[in-house]
């Protein structure tokens, strides 16, 4: 980090599932961290650690040239960038670590831009254990100009950051990662329980599978919680079934039939039971219960 970055505010708007670690993670990095978010107790916590908290969204405009943002829907991410491009000053750069749909981060892009305000989408895969350790995958989209100039920042929040181009690129590119990620959890549940049927332990299959083409980060990822049905969230259903469903309308919008679309939706639909707030490997349990009936 170079001293001019080490010294420069950083707004951060959100601190949930992913937001609090990123924002811990950069504490730890020797950033100063202005945050904001609607429950005061999570405040609270990164100001313990060393960060500053604002008052309001039009306090982070003024104080930070770059504002980081972790919202858990396009719908609020309109919104607080709607209000955080009408407050800025001109020059502000905004990096948008949400994941939103294609067309959101191509609006929010075109408004910042027609407000002097630069918007980069850059939502990030890899989990809270890794946003606390700085180790997420990032995929961006913005004006190369932009994205040199925060590349730093970019370094410190993931280990491995892909520029795939302009606005609403990386929105595109973390949604068909996590269409396949999803895809793969399915698979991974499945197999897992054909060995209750087979004669197999859990055990020995996943031994077989991390050492052979089954290995994948779903498999990695959900057989710890299969194992101990331990299902406390990471990432948890509800937050699954919005990637699925913008995945899915990104598929429409490319012209793609998915094989199943209807069933993918029923499994991982958050309100269907009491195991929305759950992690997602509960997908497990759902279809274990759809075997038994």
Same mark, same amino acid.
């Given at each position: ?24 993670? *950069?504490?730890?990095?020797g950033? $100063? ?5 609607t429950?005061? *107790? ?23 040239p ?6 858990p829907?396009?719908?609020?991410a ?29 609006d929010?892009?075109?408004? /910042? #831009?027609?407000n ?10 890899g989990?809270?254990?890794? /946003? ?15 994205? $040199? ?7 410190? #929040? ?30 991974v549940?499945? /197999?897992?329980? /054909?060995?209750?049927a087979?004669?197999?332990? $859990? ?52 012209? #793609?039939?998915?094989?199943g679309?209807?069933q ?8 269907s039971?009491?195991?929305? &707030?759950?992690?997602v490997?509960?997908?497990? &349990? ?8």
């Amino acid at each position: 980090m170079t001293n001019e970055a080490a010294g420069e505010n950083v707004g951060l708007v959100g601190l949930g599932n992913m937001g609090g670690p990123i924002g811990s993670h *950069l504490i730890s990095r020797g950033r $100063k961290l202005h945050v904001v978010d609607t429950d005061p *107790l999570k405040v609270k916590e990164l100001v313990a650690k060393g960060a500053h908290a604002s008052n309001s969204l039009a306090d982070l405009a003024t104080q930070c040239p770059v504002i980081l943002l972790s919202l858990p829907t396009p719908l609020i991410a309109r919104a607080v960038v709607g209000d955080l491009i009408r407050l800025a000053t001109p020059g502000l750069i905004l990096i948008d670590l949400s994941t939103n749909d294609p067309q959101t981060a191509r609006d929010l892009g075109a408004s /910042a #831009v027609a407000n002097s305000v630069r918007y980069i989408d850059a939502p990030v895969s890899g989990g809270p254990s890794r /946003a606390v350790t700085g180790e997420l995958s990032m995929m961006v989209g913005g004006d190369e100009e932009s994205v $040199k100039r925060v590349w730093p920042l970019l370094s410190d #929040v993931g280990a491995q950051i892909e520029h795939v181009g302009p606005s609403g690129c990386g929105t595109i590119a973390k949604l068909l990662n996590n269409f396949v990620a999803l895809w793969g959890m399915v698979g991974v549940s499945q /197999a897992f329980l /054909a060995t209750e049927a087979l004669g197999i332990s $859990k055990e020995r299959i996943y031994d077989v599978m991390s050492k052979s083409s089954g290995k994948s980060y779903s498999l990695d990822r959900n057989y710890p919680k299969i194992r101990d049905a331990n299902f406390k969230p990471n990432f948890s259903l509800a937050l699954a079934e919005k990637d699925l469903r913008l995945g899915l309308e990104l598929m429409h919008q490319a012209g #793609v039939a998915v094989i199943g679309e209807q069933q993918l939706i029923d499994l991982f639909n958050a309100s269907s039971g009491d195991d929305g &707030e759950m992690d997602v490997a509960v997908i497990y &349990e759902r279809l274990k219960g759809n075997a038994r009936t």
